[in-house]
């Protein structure tokens, strides 16, 4: 389901020759199947914010991560941090965490360009995000302690991390918290702003529950049975 350009490669290897202590690289993505349908448009975009606005700020602090595909490793630098851990879905995350603590670099290179696919459907959403929230609050009960403590990574890098970690658990809360704010600080800009950047993945939720019920429901049902 990715699509890198014909000359990723040429593009992005002399990066590790530039610093030997870069273990990996990340390409830019752009969705490729996102005018399938209503919801494929409105997952689109919320990824293209977490490129477009996120990404590259984690990138400036030296918090780049990898996600799977659509990158290269030091086959080096992977062996010294353990290689993949087959034994979960988050194997890419975590290969990340281990080079910070082991000491190297991540690195995104918007110049090199890819493409991936997202789900076309609410049930495909769903399971995905299933997987995802699982194994991301997994990694975070292994790997905090690790991070906090880490003499190899610097303070926006834990923090960007662990908040990347904590991200399914603090969206269960993040309207309340918003509000929360609106009355303890005298900014009544900063609840609403916080409010935008999860405004995407908030309307998805309620695109899921509301507009597609009977799709939810046989997805209920089909976990049930299985």
């Keep these: 389901d990715s699509i890198v350009a014909p000359d990723s490669l040429l593009d992005a290897l002399p990066e590790f020759f530039i610093d030997n202590k870069l273990g990996f690289v990340d390409f830019d993505v752009s969705i490729r199947n996102s005018a399938v349908n209503n919801f494929t448009k409105g997952l689109a975009y919320a990824e293209s914010l977490n490129r477009i606005i996120l990404e590259p700020v984690r990138n400036r602090f030296g918090a780049a991560q990898f996600y799977g595909s659509n990158g290269i490793w030091k086959r080096k630098i992977l ?50 995000r299933k997987r995802w929230a699982f194994w991301t609050i997994d990694l975070l009960f292994s790997k905090a302690k690790a991070i906090i403590f880490s003499k190899n990574m610097t303070f926006a890098q834990k923090a960007d991390i662990l908040y990347h970690l904590s991200y399914y658990i603090g969206a269960a809360f993040i309207i309340p918290f918003s509000f929360i704010i609106l009355f303890i600080i005298d900014n009544p800009v900063l609840p609403y702003i916080i409010l935008i950047i999860q ?20 997805f209920v049902l089909q976990e049930n049975i299985n």
């Design 79 to 128: 062996e010294e941090i353990g290689r993949w851990n087959e034994n979960t879905f988050s194997e890419d995350f975590e290969a990340s965490i281990g080079a910070y603590l082991a000491g190297y670099k991540g690195k995104l290179l918007t110049y090199v360009k890819s493409a991936e696919s997202i789900p076309e459907t609410t049930i495909d959403f769903v399971k995905q």
């Design 199 to 218: 405004l995407p993945w908030i309307i998805l939720v309620v695109y899921n529950f509301v507009a597609n019920k009977r799709i939810g429901r046989r």
